[in-house]
């Protein structure tokens, strides 16, 4: 495909391990955006199924496909810093590799930046869910039941402080460009310009650290409710992995902190190893950030007998298996005694009662906050079926209103109508 310089390159990165069943579907809908200027880097972290393979037979059909396969296992933060280091100047973002683009996103996040004059987008992906066992053949597509209203600003500062006192990362504005978001390789540049290492990533996970220390760095930025993109789940997702107790997903989730052993905590969070709980991953975020020379980001301090009841008003509908909890509780325990929050600890200890939701999973057509369907009904099986479905079903969403309904109703009867009225006519005499 012939490049157009004339536009801004953007980059795709898809640092992945392991996931060839999920990553042909995942490139497929990448190949598809027609945006002129426009490339996909994957890095492969040392992968011992045939994901190299995969990639390889794309490239011959997409010379835009970029592959950097590792013989040693780099880890999850360093493949993601990897892979962000072989950018190009632009705009980037990131993909898991069983994650996916809506059709024509790229020139959607060409047109709002451009009409914005922003460095940082962010928006609302849709989602699927690939059957989790062998036994269940189902999957689940969802979008979010959210109206289009256009583009909106938001204030980094408000944002800030919003997750400072909810500790909570993962809400709609929050602009990581893992899977949902894409930023100018300028700002990305300004992050690492700050850092000891040079390095982007200072906290084990990729994804909410991005979205913390890039709100920071600038005084506002877009957002909008298109799904442009579309986050992938699947049996080898990393966080499926830490809340199952089978040996092979305790083995995959020991592997990862084995991996970030040596890059803990925060300080005033007692140095504790990485922990998988929304609340302390947000805390450490926004503290890590803070420290950067001459970050920008504003927020409030946030006080830490605040932050352990968030922790276990999280614990109470999480799905951690009572063996995975142990190990987070001794973290939180480790962080009130820091703080001389001890006594507050064992109170919620003692107190706090999980909410175990024992039920299967429904599946089939459901309005919740969502618009979610089984996928298999419509025939939607991976995640560029469903990636090719969003456009569809977001705008169909977004027309349908009771007037419509009325219409639709009106409209059905008018049809019933004009078929029952008619007249008897023969049929015209030839010549002969």
């Avoid at 011992?48 to 794309?58: G, L, R």
């Avoid at 089984?374 to 990636?387: P, Q, R, V």
């Amino acid at each position: 495909m012939e490049i157009n310089f004339e536009y801004p390159l953007f980059s795709v990165v898809i640092p992945q391990k392991n996931r060839a069943e999920y990553l042909v579907h995942t490139l497929k809908t990448c190949m598809i955006q027609d945006y002129p200027n426009f490339e996909i880097i994957v890095s492969d972290d040392c992968s011992d199924d045939n994901s190299v393979e995969v990639v390889k037979e794309a490239m011959i059909i997409d010379s835009r496909i970029k592959l950097f396969a590792h013989e040693k296992h780099l880890g999850m933060r360093d493949n993601f810093e990897f892979a962000l280091n072989q950018v190009r100047p632009g705009y980037v973002m990131a993909l898991g590799g069983d994650d996916g683009l809506v059709p024509g996103c790229i020139w959607r996040m060409y047109e709002i930046l451009i009409s914005t004059k922003k460095e940082l987008l962010t928006w609302t992906p849709s989602s699927f869910r690939y059957p989790f066992t062998k036994d269940i053949e189902k999957n689940i597509f969802l979008i979010r039941r959210k109206r289009n209203v256009g583009v909106k600003i938001i204030n980094s500062e408000e944002f800030l402080n919003k997750i400072a006192k909810t500790f909570f990362y993962l809400i709609d504005e929050c602009p990581m460009f893992y899977i949902k978001g894409v930023v100018s390789t300028a700002l990305v540049n300004k992050v690492k310009s700050r850092t000891k290492d040079r390095c982007f990533y200072s906290c084990p996970t990729p994804d909410g650290f991005s979205g913390v220390v890039l709100a920071g760095e600038v005084e506002n930025y877009a957002f909008t409710y298109e799904p442009l993109s579309i986050g992938g789940s699947t049996i080898k997702s990393q966080g499926k992995n830490y809340h199952r107790t089978d040996k092979k997903s305790r083995k995959e989730a020991e592997q990862f902190f084995n991996d970030n052993k040596n890059r803990t905590m925060h300080p005033e969070l007692a140095s504790q190893p990485y922990s998988p709980l929304v609340t302390l991953m947000t805390a450490d975020y926004l503290l890590t950030a803070r420290d950067l020379a001459g970050w920008p980001g504003k927020f409030k301090p946030f006080s830490y007998e605040s932050l352990l009841k968030a922790s276990f008003k999280f614990l109470e509908k999480s799905t951690f298996e009572n063996e995975v909890l142990v190990r987070e509780l001794k973290i939180l325990r480790e962080i009130a005694k820091q703080h001389d929050l001890l006594n507050l600890f064992n109170s919620l200890l003692k107190t706090t009662k999980r909410k175990v939701v024992r039920e299967k999973n429904v599946y089939g057509f459901v309005i919740t906050n969502s618009i979610r369907f089984e996928g298999k009904e419509l025939g939607i099986n991976n995640i560029f079926d469903a990636s090719l479905a969003t456009n569809f079903v977001y705008n169909f969403y977004n027309k349908f209103s009771l007037k419509l309904f009325i219409e639709l109703i009106r409209n059905t009867y008018k049809v019933l109508k004009r078929s029952r009225k008619y007249k008897i006519e023969y049929l015209p005499k030839i010549d002969d």
